[in-house]
């Protein structure tokens, strides 16, 4: 299984981005998925779930949502009104695999 995340860049605070997570060797169907974020000098942590139920971090409750492509294979992290707080760079896990990370900066 591997997964990729793609999606990140520079953008302005309030500004929003849609980060993808795409996997080859399994199907997301409806398993539960996962994003993380870390940043510099941090620990990671973790954003939010969307498996039976979706929850989220209190830090991004009401601006991230998640979506999913079956056809595409993927999942999808749409970040809206963008705080310099959330630059990090945001991982995607299904199960026990995690893609490599995608970077996130948002500029004051």
């Known amino acids: 299984v591997q997964l990729q995340a793609s999606g990140g860049g520079l953008v302005q605070a309030g500004g929003s981005l849609r980060l993808s997570c795409t996997a080859s060797?399994?199907?997301?169907?409806?398993?539960?998925m996962q994003w993380y974020r870390q940043a510099t000098g941090k620990a990671r942590e973790w954003v939010g779930t969307?498996?039976?139920?979706?929850t989220w971090a209190d830090s991004v409750k009401g601006r991230f949502t998640i979506s999913r492509d079956s056809a595409k294979n993927s999942v999808y992290l749409q970040m809206n009104s963008l705080k310099p707080e959330d630059t990090a760079t945001y991982f995607c896990?299904?199960?026990?695999?995690w893609g490599p990370g995608t970077l996130v900066t948002v500029s004051s």
């Open positions: 896990k299904l199960l026990t695999h």
């Open positions: 060797g399994t199907v997301f169907g409806r398993k539960p």
């Open positions: 969307d498996g039976i139920t979706t």
